[in-house]
C-alpha cells in the first residue's frame, strides 16, 4: 500500500462545475499538507499548503483536512479550462522537510 | 524575486556525453532538491541538500552526481546516462529545518532531458 493515494483520473468536468479532488493517507505523523498543480511539461505550482486539520480558502480554492481520517481535499469553485493540470497532493511530518507526494490527478474542465 | 531558475529548459545529450543541469534561487532557502518526473507519474525524489551539504541521496546511480557550490546554486552532473534516464529534472527549494521550514517547496520549470 502506498503512503499517499489519490485517484488518477482523468476528471472530466463541465466548465462551472465544483471540482473535488482527494488524498487518503496511512502516515498519521504527516502534518504539513499541500496541493500542487501542474501544467503538462511544467514544474509544479503550490496552490495551497495547511497545517494539520481545518480549512483553508483562497478565491476559488478550499483545502481541507481531516486528520481523523487520514483524509485532505481540495475543492475548486467556478473551474475554468485554464484549471485542467495535474493536481498533485503531498504532505510531511514535523521531522524534516521530505515531501511525500500523490501520483496525482487530471484534470479537465471543458469549456 | 519567488522563483527557481533552471536551465538549460531542453537538453539531448548521447550517452557517452557530460553535461550539467543548473538550478538557482534567490529567496534566502536553504534546502534545495533535485527530482526526477516521468510522463504521468508523480516527482520521484533523487537529492537533498540542506545548508550546502548533502543531507540525502535517494540510492541515485553514480552518473548522476549533485553540487551545492553555494547556498543559492545547485547543479546536477551528467555522464554515461542511459536512454531510462530521460524525464523531466525538477530542481526545489524550501525553507531550512532551522528557519522553521514550514512552507512547501518552490519547483522550477524544469529540464526536459532526452538521453539518445
Known amino acids: 500500500q502506498k503512503e499517499v493515494e489519490q485517484d488518477p483520473g482523468p476528471l472530466s468536468v463541465p466548465e462551472g462545475a465544483i471540482v473535488s479532488l482527494n488524498c487518503t493517507y496511512s502516515?498519521?505523523?504527516?502534518?504539513?499538507f499541500m496541493w500542487y498543480r501542474q501544467y503538462s511539461r511544467k514544474g509544479p505550482e503550490l496552490l495551497m499548503y495547511?497545517?494539520?486539520?481545518g480549512n483553508k480558502e483562497d478565491g476559488r480554492f478550499t483545502a481541507q483536512v481531516d486528520k481523523s481520517s487520514k483524509y485532505i481535499s481540495l475543492f475548486i469553485r467556478d473551474s475554468q479550462p485554464s484549471d485542467s493540470a495535474t493536481y498533485l497532493c503531498?504532505?510531511?511530518?514535523?521531522?524534516?522537510?521530505?515531501?511525500?507526494f500523490g501520483g496525482g490527478t487530471r484534470l479537465m474542465v471543458k469549456p | 524575486d519567488t522563483e527557481v531558475t533552471q536551465t538549460p529548459k531542453h537538453l539531448v545529450m548521447g550517452m557517452t556525453n557530460k553535461k550539467s543541469l543548473k538550478c538557482e534561487q534567490h529567496?534566502?532557502?536553504?534546502?534545495m532538491y533535485w527530482y526526477k518526473q516521468k510522463a504521468k507519474k508523480p516527482p520521484e525524489l533523487m537529492f537533498v541538500?540542506?545548508?550546502?551539504?548533502?543531507?540525502i541521496n535517494e540510492s541515485v546511480p553514480s552518473r548522476f552526481s549533485p553540487e551545492c557550490p553555494n547556498s543559492s546554486l545547485l547543479n546536477l552532473h551528467l555522464h554515461a546516462l542511459q536512454p531510462e534516464d530521460s524525464a523531466l529534472y525538477l530542481c526545489?527549494?524550501?525553507?531550512?529545518?532551522?528557519?522553521?521550514?514550514?512552507?512547501?517547496?518552490?519547483f522550477g520549470s524544469g529540464t526536459r532531458l532526452t538521453v539518445v
Open positions: 526545489a527549494s524550501s525553507q531550512g529545518l532551522r528557519e522553521g521550514g514550514n512552507y512547501g517547496y518552490t
Open positions: 529567496m534566502g532557502h536553504r534546502a
Open positions: 495547511t497545517y494539520s486539520s
Open positions: 541538500y540542506s545548508y550546502e551539504k548533502l543531507s
Open positions: 503531498a504532505m510531511r511530518n514535523n521531522a524534516g522537510n521530505m515531501l511525500t
Open positions: 502516515n498519521s505523523a504527516f502534518q504539513y
